[in-house]
């Protein structure tokens, strides 16, 4: 079953605090991506994994990293969180430039 | 330039009726169009793609059609039904080295 699974399905934290978002993938996917979504601005790339330990900045890197030391596995680290980093984040994965499939997405409220 | 524009952000049609939503892309090397569909509170789901060895792909009551010369792409829903009521995303990426690239979303609603 190719499931992109996304831990935690929501999140409150406090401003400065740091936030860990979880995503696995089943599908052996080489790529994976991190996604923030906000009402008007689509899906923007924060960061993308080419494989493990192979990760690359996208639009919205700022306030951001990643870790990836699984293929299957792929982390977003908030270090002192900010209220402007409230958000819906997604994680997908894709073999190769081609179609993306996202996990369920995680609503972060950073107060 | 890496930009997709996405029109009309909002689409009001009567059921039965057609929808069409039309994106614009920057990068000429872009060969990969997908469209996904987002339903509300869910995750952006591939619903139909076209890759730039064709100018038409059609299925299930979709079709998109792609226009390289002008660097536009469009999505068809004929005969549209409540349930397609959602928002739709269009992308398009390249080759490796780059990565999808999305508009900004079309809210299509179809009213009875």
């Known amino acids: 079953d190719m499931k992109v699974t996304q831990m935690p399905r929501y999140l409150i934290k406090r401003m400065g605090e740091n936030v860990l978002l979880e995503c696995g993938q089943d599908?052996?996917?080489?790529?994976m991506y991190w996604y923030r979504q906000d009402p008007g601005l689509g899906l923007q790339l924060i960061y993308i994994?080419?494989?493990?330990?192979?990760?690359s900045e996208g639009d919205i890197p700022k306030g951001y990293r990643v870790s990836r030391k699984k293929r299957e596995h792929f982390s977003l680290i908030l270090d002192s969180a900010k209220t402007n980093q409230t958000s819906v984040y997604f994680c997908?994965?894709?073999?190769?430039?081609?179609?993306?499939?996202f996990g369920a997405g995680t609503r972060l409220s950073v107060l | 330039g890496e930009q997709v524009e996405q029109l009309p952000s909002i689409l009001r049609v009567q059921e039965g009726s057609s929808a069409s939503i039309n994106c614009t892309y920057e990068?000429?090397?872009?060969?990969?169009f997908p469209w996904y569909k987002q339903e509300p509170g869910e995750n952006p789901k591939l619903i139909i793609d076209?890759?730039?060895?064709?100018e038409r792909k059609q299925t299930q009551g979709l079709i998109v059609l792609l226009d390289k010369k002008a660097k536009r792409f469009s999505l068809h829903i004929t005969d549209t039904q409540p349930g397609d009521s959602a928002m739709y995303f269009c992308?398009?990426?390249?080759?490796?080295?780059?990565?999808?690239?999305f508009g900004t979303g079309t809210k299509l609603q179809v009213v009875p």
């Open positions: 997908a994965s894709s073999r190769g430039q081609n179609t993306l499939y």
């Open positions: 599908m052996s996917h080489e790529t």
């Open positions: 994994s080419y494989d493990v330990d192979s990760n």
């Open positions: 990068n000429s090397a872009s060969n990969y």
């Open positions: 076209i890759r730039s060895n064709m």
């Open positions: 992308a398009a990426s390249g080759n490796s080295g780059t990565y999808q690239r």
